[in-house]
């Protein structure tokens, strides 16, 4: 008896990315199979707005592990980008290749609808824009969308030019270089995010070293933009300039740290570190960490606007993307003042903001 209860207590309230979660809720559908889980961190600011995504978990605990760092990360996002927002994120369980429908995303669609608002979704890793589309045939509470009164489109290419920025502000930050022509920039995932990066990076002058575990992916990036191709594994301890994770997070660990060759990191993908104190190691090691959340915000910045019923052309969405670089140097610069980590600081503020917004309520 008391072994089941220390499990429960270790996989949920006690569990380590819990952190007062405001609400977790699972979705289960026999007739599509459809398993989803939604985690609601915050709506201090107003609704929790975070992408859905679709991937093949090894395990339901990770599956619930994923959720709940993703939807943390956009409460400190969201906040930090001053979107009048809270912080949420699903998953669906399975396999975006071969397991979507129809018929599931609609179901996905009708539980979101229950929520009553207080959680909008959108997309995210392994979901399109076709895939929303279906799943605001059965509600309103989501964004992203190319159809309605405000589409804002997909965010990836607005995440990508936010990263591109970021990439500047970090480069004129620790190079103190103020352009990227001639500087290598190895880019880790070649999805949305990372093949508009490598088209902007491309224009700009930079040299790409890319790694994809997608070949058709690799292919794409390698014959649009000179790109030369490494291994998953390799581009961890290629030399340059800018490291740019654009696959999945977790990425810098105890372990890959240690093999990196480049000054700066700079990339679209959530949640880069696997646990905070890998942002303090790479202070000690010199190497400039542009903090996820701020970095990544380009495309949320846009769905915002969806949200808030507010008009956007593309010009002027992208050019509000832009003010991540603005952010960004705010943060390296607090960080060399304090002598403390970037996502440190970075976390110091978006906190801040949210415990200013619940006492004021
Ligand atoms: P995506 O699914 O389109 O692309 C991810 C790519 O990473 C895929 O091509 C995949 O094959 C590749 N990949 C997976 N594991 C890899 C590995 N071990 N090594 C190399 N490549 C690997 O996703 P996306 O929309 O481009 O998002 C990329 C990252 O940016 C994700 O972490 C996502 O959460 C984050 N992000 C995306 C957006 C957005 O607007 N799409 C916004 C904010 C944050």
């Known amino acids: 008896m008391l072994k089941v209860k220390d499990d429960l207590n270790m996989s949920v309230f006690s569990a380590a990315d819990y952190d007062d979660h405001e609400q977790?809720?699972?979705f289960s559908d026999q007739d599509t199979g459809l398993k989803a889980i939604v985690a609601i961190h915050s709506t201090v600011l107003g609704p929790a707005v975070g992408g859905c995504r679709m991937w093949n978990y090894p395990t339901e605990q990770d599956a619930i592990d994923d959720v709940l760092r993703l939807s943390k990360g956009m409460s400190l996002k969201n906040a930090m980008a001053d979107l009048g927002l809270g912080g949420g994120k699903?998953?669906?369980?399975?396999?975006?290749?071969?397991?979507?429908?129809?018929e599931l995303f609609k179901a996905f669609g009708r539980y979101?609808?229950?929520?009553?608002?207080?959680?909008?979704?959108?997309?995210?890793?392994?979901?399109?824009?076709?895939?929303?589309?279906?799943?605001?045939?059965?509600?309103?509470?989501v964004?992203?969308?190319?159809?309605?009164d405000h589409p804002s489109g997909n965010p990836s290419p607005y995440t990508a030019h936010g990263v591109f920025y970021g990439i500047k502000a970090a480069v004129r930050h620790r190079l103190g270089k103020k352009d990227l022509g001639g500087l290598t920039v190895l880019v880790?995932?070649?999805?949305?995010?990372?093949?508009?990066?490598?088209?902007?990076?491309?224009?700009?002058?930079?040299?790409?070293?890319?790694?994809?575990?997608?070949?058709?992916?690799?292919?794409?990036?390698?014959?649009?933009?000179?790109?030369?191709?490494?291994?998953?594994?390799?581009?961890?301890?290629?030399?340059?300039?800018?490291?740019?994770p654009c696959a999945l997070g977790a990425v810098l660990d105890d372990h890959t740290v240690l093999?990196?060759?480049?000054?700066?990191?700079?990339?679209?993908?959530?949640?880069?570190?696997?646990?905070?104190?890998?942002?303090?190691?790479?202070?000690?090691?010199?190497?400039?960490?542009?903090?996820?959340?701020?970095?990544?915000?380009?495309?949320?910045i846009q769905v915002a606007n969806e949200v808030h019923g507010r008009d956007t052309d593309v010009d002027e969405g992208m050019k509000k993307v832009e003010e991540i670089y603005g952010t960004l140097m705010e943060v390296f610069d607090e960080a060399d003042k304090e002598g403390k980590a970037t996502n440190q600081i970075a976390d110091t503020i978006a906190g801040r903001r949210i415990e200013a917004a619940r006492a004021s309520k």
């Open 24 to 26: 977790v809720v699972f």
């Open 112 to 141: 979101i609808d229950r929520l009553g608002g207080h959680y909008i979704t959108a997309e995210d890793v392994g979901i399109e824009v076709d895939d929303i589309q279906i799943v605001a045939t059965q509600t309103k509470y």
């Open 259 to 300: 093999k990196l060759k480049v000054p700066v990191i700079a990339g679209s993908a959530n949640n880069q570190l696997k646990r905070d104190h890998n942002g303090e190691e790479l202070r000690r090691l010199g190497i400039l960490y542009a903090p996820d959340y701020i970095i990544n915000a380009g495309g949320i």
């Open 143 to 148: 964004a992203g969308l190319e159809t309605g």
């Open 188 to 244: 880790q995932g070649l999805g949305h995010v990372g093949y508009n990066l490598c088209r902007e990076l491309h224009e700009a002058g930079a040299k790409l070293v890319v790694a994809d575990i997608n070949q058709g992916n690799v292919d794409r990036v390698t014959s649009e933009f000179a790109a030369r191709a490494v291994g998953p594994e390799a581009i961890f301890e290629q030399p340059g300039d800018v490291f740019a």
């Open 90 to 102: 699903s998953v669906i369980i399975g396999d975006p290749r071969t397991d979507k429908t129809p």
